[in-house]
């Protein structure tokens, strides 16, 4: 086997179907980068057995082949010796080791045997979702940070995916926050849903580019398939039911303001200084007609912010995880933003006319 292949889209390729290398102790072959070499085309494949990422590039295909390489000294070795314009020569050689050479480097791999490698999981072309490019990195970025981090409830480590008709519902929550988004599918679907574990998920929206590409989302046999421009992206779905959240978001308000999301959310990274070395982020907000006053204290002092709001219903005096807020923040592409208290001080945050994003957050006292 013989191949020529430009140094910056293997290195590029090497990086992306990396991710899915196992990080664990495992079996030598979930260590390796699967690469085939047919037709002028080189694709490499990676997996844990969990999620499999799957690259293809154009390449010099002088003599065809398939082998396993060690992902991660392979990955080291060719993103330094990657140069812009270079080629990079890889060569089976006796005792299949594997040449990698350039125009001035020059090292030798061990290789393991292909027929050792688990098969590539496959997935039916039945059930998907059609969806913009950059709508399924919104939507996965919008609500993945409220997934949970711990295992006592594991589906809740996932989040959960529902299209229906002309819309895809994404749903995240770790028991003290809960997160929700909606994009427009760009074809019709009867039902479709699955809760996709976050590591996976994390992994995909790295891949993905802003672009308004038309993707095909298949779910099949607990495994999820996205097809990107060269790239194949597989994971294994977390089995069982998840929560039901229907009820989790207040449906009455007491109060209800309007806020600058810029204003607010500079206010709130200063007021909340003095609590981010505590342990539960704490900022105080207190509420009036036209103005929210924030605030933080900790062993070095106190910080203090005031800004302008509308504010409609009871005045509101709250505490919550500044964090918690904040994440919502960073990922709200809006200008004004409408904060709702419900009973006992929870909060719903969404944009103003707009139920693309919705965030419902427990202040810090019924947490601790």
Excluded at 133 to 162: C, Q, W
Excluded at 262 to 271: D, V
């Amino acid at each position: 086997m013989k191949i020529i292949v430009n140094s910056l889209d293997l290195n590029d390729a090497v990086g992306k179907v990396s991710k899915a290398l196992s990080a664990k102790d495992v079996a030598p072959v979930l260590e390796c980068i699967k690469i085939t070499a047919e037709n002028d085309k080189l694709t490499l494949y990676a997996t844990d057995k969990d999620l499999a990422i799957e690259k293809t590039i154009d390449a010099n295909v002088i003599v065809g082949g398939a082998f396993l390489v060690p992902g991660r000294i392979f990955g080291d070795y060719i993103r330094n010796i990657a140069e812009q314009g270079s080629d990079i020569s890889l060569e089976m050689v006796e005792d299949y080791r594997l040449l990698v050479s350039s125009a001035s480097s020059e090292c030798n791999i061990g290789t393991l045997d292909v027929e050792d490698y688990p098969e590539t999981e496959t997935v039916s072309s039945v059930n998907y979702f059609a969806i913009q490019e950059t709508n399924l990195k919104e939507i996965i970025n919008n609500v993945i940070f409220s997934v949970a981090t711990d295992d006592s409830r594991p589906m809740l480590r996932g989040v959960y995916f529902e299209a229906k008709e002309y819309t895809l519902s994404a749903v995240a929550t770790d028991g003290y926050r809960f997160a929700m988004s909606k994009k427009v599918l760009e074809e019709r679907v009867e039902e479709i849903s699955a809760t996709i574990p976050s590591r996976s998920l994390s992994e995909l929206s790295k891949l993905l580019n802003d672009s308004d590409n038309i993707l095909k989302v298949y779910i099949e046999n607990n495994y999820l398939l996205v097809c990107m421009e060269n790239t194949k992206f597989y994971t294994r779905l977390l089995a069982g039911q998840y929560i039901k959240y229907d009820n989790i978001v207040p449906k009455e308000f007491l109060s209800t303001l309007l806020v600058n999301k810029e204003n607010f959310e500079r206010a709130l990274n200063t007021a909340s200084i003095m609590s981010r070395s505590e342990k539960n982020n704490l900022v105080v907000l207190d509420i009036e007609e036209y103005n929210m006053n924030l605030s933080s204290t900790s062993q070095y002092g106190t910080a203090k912010e005031n800004i302008t709001i509308s504010l409609s219903g009871k005045d509101v005096r709250c505490a919550y995880n500044s964090k918690y807020i904040n994440d919502c923040l960073k990922v709200i592409n809006a200008e004004t933003i409408k904060m709702e208290f419900a009973q006992h001080n929870s909060c719903v945050i969404t944009i103003k006319d707009s139920d693309e994003v919705l965030y419902f957050i427990l202040p810090v006292k019924q947490i601790v």
